[in-house]
T-cell receptor
Framework: SAVISQKPSRDICQRGTSLTIQCQVD?????MFWYRQQPGQSLTLIAT?????????ESGFVIDKFPISRPNLTFSTLTVSNMSPEDSSIYLC???????????FGQGTRLTVV | AQKITQTQPGMFVQEKEAVTLDCTYD???????LFWYKQPSSGEMIFLIY??????QNATEGRYSLNFQKARKSANLVISASQLGDSAMYFC?????????????FGEGTQLTVNP
């Protein structure tokens, strides 16, 4: 299994500002994933972060709004830029382990934009 | 079309009884994996159980078992001897081997309430 430390666990931010979320894994992983969960909804994949290359974004998500860094095989950050109240969500990072038979998540970041 | 469908927005069960949470999926990929997660009100996603498309046996993990019916494309989660702490949102998810990066696609979730 993989242990993922994600921070901050929650934050309240002013509109127009940016927040960077960090994800640290206790083992080296090839791929890390960032998901968004809007209030009362399911999880939606934002992007896949690979070490040494640019992140791959899903339809509806752009790099200018959600820049991602992946400096090594155990760490990644997601920035939510120029925030608006519509960005209020839980953001979660995830890694795949065990020959793709396990997928673990960080504790999540509960973001409120006011 | 929805890839993962959870038709029960909410379910109620009495403590110590068993409950089944439904999940159906849609894929043409012969190799895929199905996951169940528990999300308490704290927001974390807790991995419960995994079933591979080629697995011959239904997966079990403690009080959790997966009723995998491949021909019907269903992967229902069975929780035995429900406990008050089982009250949470439950998500079914699928990984298709053809999808880039082994991303997961999630259903809409089922809110389970265990009554004392």
């Amino acid at each position: 299994s993989a242990v993922i430390s994600q921070k901050p666990s929650r934050d309240i931010c002013q509109r127009g500002t940016s927040l960077t979320i960090q994800c640290q894994v206790d083992s080296q992983v090839t791929m890390m994933f960032w998901y968004r969960q809007q209030p009362g909804q399911s999880l939606t994949l934002i992007a896949t972060a690979n070490q040494g290359s640019e992140a791959t974004y899903e339809s509806g998500f752009v790099i200018d709004k959600f820049p991602i860094s992946r400096p090594n095989l155990t760490f990644s950050t997601l920035t939510v830029s120029n925030m608006s109240p519509e960005d209020s969500s839980i953001y979660l990072c995830s890694v795949v382990a065990g020959s793709f038979t396990e997928a673990f998540f960080g504790q999540g970041t509960r973001l409120t934009v006011v | 079309a929805q890839k993962i469908t959870q038709t029960q927005p909410g379910m109620f069960v009495q403590e110590k009884e068993a409950v089944t949470l439904d999940c159906t999926y849609d894929t043409s990929d012969p190799s895929y994996g199905l996951f169940w997660y528990k999300q308490p009100s704290s927001g974390e996603m807790i991995f419960l159980i995994y079933q591979g498309s080629y697995d011959q046996q239904n997966a079990t993990e403690g009080r959790y078992s997966l009723n995998f019916q491949k021909a019907r494309k269903s992967a229902n989660l069975v929780i035995s001897a429900s406990q008050l702490g089982d009250s949470a949102m439950y998500f079914c998810a699928m990984r298709e081997s053809s999808s880039s990066g082994s991303r997961l696609t999630f259903g809409e979730g089922t809110q389970l309430t265990v009554n004392p």
